[in-house]
């Protein structure tokens, strides 16, 4: 059996689900996550609002737990209605574009309360940085979350993105009962390698295969499944 390189640190992965809308009607998946939603609440939320407040109702959200919430674009569907209004521009679409962000519109809804939040932002390294900040966090419980919403003329400028979907990856340092395992070794071995992007990360995992992101300055992340 190889040793277990020095420079390696691990977290076990608790549970991991996800929500992919379909890009040709995405109004029957969210109304299937707003089960849950009281009707006024869900008139002002996102579709990323929806789909997070979806996936994290039932996670154990508490001070003993650290959240990082990662998007590229955040509420895209929000910022085209507006600026779809101008000339006259709209106060009502200028009002729910700086509305609270996807994530804050889901914990608010169920007044859940975390121990530390980490709002990321970024392109084809986000997922791994993520992944990344699981193994510096304080807290007993990191859950990893995030997603995107489809965009319509905005794609075409490459300012949104192509499909509307999320992700909750809860992950603590108990392998009991864990569904996966994430690793982190400070050194890359191929750094030249591709990263994948959230999107890409998320679909492979969701489908029970193993995933490897590398850089060079970010080092070697393994998701692996049970």
Not at 54 to 70: E, K, S, V
Not at 140 to 148: A, D, H, K, N, T
């Amino acid at each position: 059996m190889a040793p277990w390189p020095s420079n390696m640190h691990k977290r076990y992965i608790q549970s991991f689900d996800t929500i992919f809308l379909d890009k040709d009607n995405e109004a029957t998946g969210l109304a299937a996550a707003m089960t849950n939603l009281p009707k006024r609440a869900s008139r002002r939320m996102s579709r990323l609002g929806i789909m997070l407040h979806y996936l994290l109702t039932d996670l154990p959200l508490d001070i003993q737990t650290t959240l990082a919430y990662g998007t590229s674009f955040s509420e895209c569907r929000t910022l085209e209605s507006y600026l779809d209004s101008f000339p006259d521009a709209s106060p009502t679409g200028f009002q729910n574009s700086i509305h609270p962000g996807g994530i804050e519109q889901a914990l608010i809804v169920n007044k859940q309360a975390v121990g530390a939040f980490f709002p990321m932002a970024g392109h084809r390294n986000l997922m791994m940085q993520m992944l990344k900040l699981a193994f510096s966090a304080k807290t007993p419980e990191v859950i990893l979350c995030g997603g995107e919403e489809k965009g319509s003329w905005l794609t075409d400028y490459g300012l949104a993105h192509n499909c509307s979907f999320a992700f909750a990856m809860r992950l603590s340092h108990d392998p009991d009962g864990a569904c996966g395992e994430l690793t982190w070794e400070e050194n890359a071995q191929h750094p030249e390698e591709a990263v994948p992007d959230m999107e890409e990360v998320v679909r492979l995992f969701s489908a029970r295969n193993a995933v490897r992101l590398e850089s060079d300055s970010l080092g070697l992340i393994r998701i692996t499944p049970k």
